[in-house]
């Protein structure tokens, strides 16, 4: 860890030479003009409010802000025109980052974005979950066990999405986090969250860009004959005579009629019944190990004859990509996204990712605690079973050294 961070910081303090795609960090009114909502997506009220806010716990810059969702229940769709096409066709490192903040304690909802086609004839106002995509990428969150980083690639070969195959984890506590990935033209990828790297390899191998390079040879199949039972009954184990004659219950040899029984008037006394000692259940013969057992048989392979290598994995956006949106479904509000950076080079993400997301990284966590803490004195005073209103309308005004 200390390598990494050290090589960080050297590439940060070096001199890159990058071209970047697109860049916001939404810290001006006017970003209303560059993101175009998706208001022919869905009805008006389906879809939720972005509200324009550094969030209830930041860095030390209250004006450094994000775009929050705000309503529950909500639909979310937004884009925004790059200042500059990426085409996969010159060959270059696509990398993607931003922040994630879920405010909210989410428990259901996507935080992901997308990297989409369509230049001057992309329909803004209409860009939703059915809209053709290159990438898919970010968190995605729906209850404990349904917890991932959605990594996804449009492959021009197949004409569909491909997701990859494992889940790359996800972070879902309440502060911000840094989702980055990198996609090169040698075809390999690598997922970082915090500028920590999670996953990294071949698109083939985590993703079904490609048709398997064996099969199971279409001319074999098992033998009539082959033997694949590991034990058979043993033919000298015999049911005893007499076995299935022995009833599961019998009456109950303790029981004695009652003084007061009148076989006049109750009718004739039986005894309760009570399970049978000597009953064993259904008789099933005794298995021994198979003398002619073969063991199992396995499917020879043979080469595919319709596996190909695809060179062009990488190129997700072979048409070019000109847009980034995002199209979400949150059931509770309160995420807020952050300095997003599109660019060739992974070093100018990083040297993005110092100046914004780490310059307010340690800020944000100590106003958050605080937060907390007033939370947790105000739970303790006002006693168990009251409720707490709390009200952090002046958290942005708050010296980090301040005592709760």
Known sequence: MKLFYSLFAAAAVAPVSAEIYFKEQFNDDAWKDRWTVSSDWKSKSELGEWEHTAGEWHGEDADDKGIKTSEDARF???????SKAFNSGDKKDLVIQYSVKHEQKIDCGGAYIKLLPGG????????????????????????SSNKRTHVIFHSN???DNLLIKKNVSCED????????????????????VDNKSVRAGKLEDEFDFLAPAEIKDPDQSKPSDWVDEKEI???????PEGYDDVPMEIPDPDASKPDDWDDEDDGEWEPPMTDN??????????????????????HPMIANPDYEYDEEMYAV?????????????QVKSGTVFDDIIITDSLEEAQQF?????????????????????????????AGPGEEVDMDFGDMGDMDMGDEF
Not at 354 to 378: H, I, L, N, S
Request: glycine share 8%; aromatic share 14%; with cysteine.
């Open 76 to 82: 979310y769709g937004l884009s925004a025109a790059m």
């Open 120 to 143: 001057d004839k992309f329909e803004s106002t209409k860009f939703g979950g059915d809209a053709p995509y290159g990438v898919m990428f970010g968190p995605d969150i729906c209850g």
């Open 157 to 159: 070969k197949k004409d």
């Open 173 to 192: 506590n309440q502060l911000s986090h840094l989702y980055t990935l990198v996609l090169r033209p040698d075809n390999t990828f690598e997922v970082f």
């Open 233 to 239: 009954p043993d033919p000298d184990d015999v049911k």
């Open 277 to 298: 000692p000597d009953f064993k259940g259904e008789w099933s013969q005794a298995k021994i190990p198979n003398p002619d057992y073969k063991g199992p048989w396995v």
């Open 317 to 329: 956006c072979k048409d070019e990509c000109t847009h980034v949106g995002f199209e979400l479904w």
């Open 353 to 381: 990712a110092e100046e914004t997301f780490f310059k307010k990284k340690d800020a944000e966590k100590e106003m958050f605690d605080a937060v907390q803490k007033k939370e947790r004195d105000a739970a303790e005073a």
